[in-house]
């Protein structure tokens, strides 16, 4: 049973490009959260994906948006990437809106 | 707003001791839940567990235990035996519920502990 999978590992990007992650749940999982670990803090809440529909959301700007699948995996874009960016983009699967939540192991992305 | 402070940046202990990990809370709800997780160099989050504010007894996992004291607003992560395994950051965390019934976690800032052969 494989577990919350996220893709790329790592990647390098520079300063106004634009960047996709992506995101797939444990098996039998249809709620996705995505979260923003800058270093040597802990995880923010960035917003949270549930019936193809981004349900809640945290301080993040609009340059911060995503999107959830019919097969209930997801992805989370960033435009106008700023040096402040850079982080590690945690991505949590649910069983449901008040399910336990697994994490994946991140997407760390360095914006030079 | 709810917050979780921990106030212990690094911590190291002997294999084979305890540890206590420090974790307070505010919050003005009287019905929240508060969780421990163990992020390894991976970056995966891994739960430990799990304590609701109504729950009677501390809870127990294994080697680990949650000092919950609630007049203190204090959640403390106790690890026994510690293992060389055991390195890595720790995170004390707090359920905030949203619209929907939802919920979001709301994390401390973490303490590094180094466990020393």
């Known amino acids: 049973d494989a577990g919350v999978t996220q893709s790329p590992t790592h990647l390098i990007k520079t300063r106004g490009q634009q960047v996709t992650l992506r995101c797939s749940p444990k098996?039998?999982?249809?709620?996705v959260s995505w979260y923003q670990q800058a270093l040597g803090q802990g995880p923010q809440f960035i917003f949270q994906?549930?019936?193809?529909?981004?349900?809640q959301r945290g301080n993040f700007p609009d340059r911060f948006s995503g999107h959830q699948f019919p097969n209930y995996s997801s992805e989370l874009n960033v435009n106008a990437l700023l040096l402040g960016d850079s982080a590690l983009y945690l991505c949590a699967s649910s069983e449901g809106l008040t399910g336990e939540l697994f994490f994946g192991e991140g997407s760390r992305l360095t914006v030079l | 707003a709810q917050k979780i402070t921990q106030t212990q940046p690094g911590m190291f202990v002997q294999e084979k001791e305890a540890v206590t990990l420090d974790c307070t809370y505010d919050t003005s709800d009287p019905s929240y839940g508060l969780f421990w997780y163990k992020q390894p160099s991976s970056g995966e989050m891994i739960f430990l567990i799990y304590?609701?504010?109504?729950?009677?007894q501390n809870a127990t996992e294994g080697r680990y235990s949650l000092n919950f004291q609630k007049a203190r607003k204090s959640a403390n992560l106790v690890i026994s035996a510690s293992q060389l395994g055991d390195s890595a950051m720790y995170f004390c965390?707090?359920?905030?519920?949203?619209?929907?019934?939802?919920?979001?976690?709301?994390f401390g800032s973490g303490t590094r502990l180094l466990v020393r052969p």
């Open positions: 098996s039998g999982h249809d709620t």
């Open positions: 304590q609701g504010s109504y729950d009677q």
């Open positions: 994906y549930y019936e193809e529909e981004e349900r």
């Open positions: 965390a707090m359920r905030e519920a949203m619209m929907d019934s939802s919920y979001k976690l709301i």
